[in-house]
């Protein structure tokens, strides 16, 4: 079992920088491929991120591509989401998401672990 807790969210004006982190708990963190997703009101809750266990694979979303970067130090048992030049539309909640297995996931079902969630919002 692994219990997940994102922070860092909160109000960032357009074209700022945010770094979310979620800490994870249990001693085989490092066993877990990670994820970011996220979702905004009324909307489906789609894939940002996604990093291997290693650190070796990393996948982002076309929205996000050059603007976010993915990371995680497992000796902290905690992975981070750098988002840079944040506009309005990546205002959503934030959430990690950890699974077991290789190979990319890209899709929430992929994931046996979330985190609550932290909101970010992004003023125009």
């Known amino acids: 079992q692994v219990q997940l807790v994102e922070s860092g969210g909160g109000l960032v004006q357009a074209g700022g920088s945010l770094r979310l982190s979620c800490a994870a708990s249990g001693r085989t963190f490092s066993s877990y491929a990670m994820g970011w997703f996220r979702q905004a009101p009324g909307k489906e809750r789609e894939f940002v991120a996604h990093i291997s266990w290693n650190s070796a694979s990393k996948y982002f979303a076309d929205s996000v591509k050059g603007r976010f970067t993915i990371s995680r130090d497992n000796a902290k048992n905690t992975v981070y989401l750098q988002m840079n030049n944040l506009g309005p539309e990546d205002t959503a909640v934030y959430y990690c998401?950890?699974?077991?297995?290789?190979?990319?996931?890209?899709?929430?079902?992929?994931?046996?672990?979330w985190g609550q969630g932290t909101q970010v919002t992004v003023s125009s």
């Open positions: 998401a950890g699974r077991l297995g290789t190979g990319p996931a890209l899709r929430a079902y992929d994931y046996d672990y």
